[in-house]
């Protein structure tokens, strides 16, 4: 089982407010992950770190910003919440090596809405 | 840049049914491929994960297969259950560690 934790679960705040997404893994993986996903949709991958002050942006343009000061912590911001910010947010993580596989975990999602 | 596409999208069949889910990506130069389980409201579960050089992979009811040169995936479910209905995604993952590209999903429902 995966050890892989999402705060909060749920969160409804309003617009131009600063809220800070949290994701914390156990198992010492190096690769971290955001993705966001709104409802019957596929998953779009915003943000990713491969270690310790390595952050980098992915596919699609997110207003978000993250952090990687320690392994096992890798949270999302937003500065200023807008309605079109709601969604889904689902982090993951992932060994860097090959000896696993890479197979990735995810959390259970932190679902955010802005109003 | 890889495409994933899974179909169909949607996809109900009775209890004890066999069934095939299908993922199809456009880059043939993948470094693995995993299929996930996503329940609604939750987070990914992974399902099984097969590497380049395998064919296909076994857990329980069920088997994943890759024919990488032609970009296909199959997931095979045996003796479905109304504990299978979930979205089924796929994902490929590229050489150089990039990261996974999914497919939107194919959303099943066993009816008992």
């Known amino acids: 089982e995966a050890d892989i934790y999402q705060t909060p679960r749920y969160l409804v705040i309003g617009t131009g407010k600063k809220i800070t997404l949290e994701c914390s893994q156990t198992m010492g993986h190096d690769k971290m992950y955001w993705y966001q996903q709104d409802p019957g949709m596929e998953l779009h991958l915003i943000h990713y770190?491969?270690?310790?002050?390595?952050?980098e942006k992915g596919d699609l343009s997110s207003e978000s910003t993250v952090s990687r000061i320690r392994t096992e912590h890798f949270p999302l911001t937003l500065e200023s919440a807008r309605p079109s910010h709601t969604s889904q947010y689902l982090c993951a993580s992932s060994e860097l090596g090959r000896s696993s596989g890479n197979t990735i975990y995810f959390g259970e999602g932190s679902w955010l809405t802005v109003v | 840049k890889q495409e994933v596409t899974q179909i169909p999208a949607a996809l109900s069949v009775p209890e004890g049914e066999n069934l095939v889910l299908n993922c199809s990506f456009t880059d043939s130069a993948i470094y693995n491929l995993q299929w996930f389980r996503q329940d609604p409201g939750k987070g990914l579960t992974s399902l099984l994960l097969?590497?380049?050089?395998?064919r296909e992979q076994t857990s329980g009811r069920l088997n994943a297969s890759l024919d990488k040169s032609s970009g296909r995936s199959t997931l095979y479910i045996a003796a479905s259950q109304p504990g299978d209905s979930a979205t089924y995604l796929c994902a490929v993952r590229g050489s150089g560690n990039t990261p996974l590209v999914f497919g939107k999903g194919t959303r099943l429902s066993v009816i008992a």
């Open positions: 770190s491969y270690g310790v002050n390595s952050t």
């Open positions: 097969i590497q380049s050089s395998q």
